[in-house]
């Protein structure tokens, strides 16, 4: 699987270290938010949260370890964002 080779990049809090992430429903952790490239998650950020954005931090995780940050943290699955500006993102749940 394509996926585990990759290496993502997630956007989390400085405050208290949660990753950004889509909530479909405010009683779930939602989709953990997964960029392809660096740049993309500050677009992301700097389109979307321009007033907050220094309150993030990057951080890079390899594709082998997203199954344990979902695990972990609670999340239904991922949102891999394809084009941070729109945004376009494709949501995989977790099984």
């Known amino acids: ?19 950004l992430a889509a909530l479909a429903n405010p009683k779930t952790n939602g989709y953990l938010l997964l960029f392809r490239e660096h740049f993309d998650a500050l677009s992301y950020l700097n389109t979307h949260a321009a ?32 084009e941070p500006l729109l945004p376009k993102i494709e949501f995989l749940q977790h099984t």
Do not use: T
């Open 51 to 82: 007033e907050v954005a220094n309150r993030f931090a990057v951080e890079s995780v390899p594709g082998s370890q997203v199954g344990g940050l979902l695990k972990r943290w609670g999340f239904n699955g991922v949102g891999i964002v394809s």
């Open 1 to 19: 699987m394509a996926m585990f080779s990759e290496v993502y990049y997630l956007v989390r809090s400085k405050a208290d270290g949660r990753y």
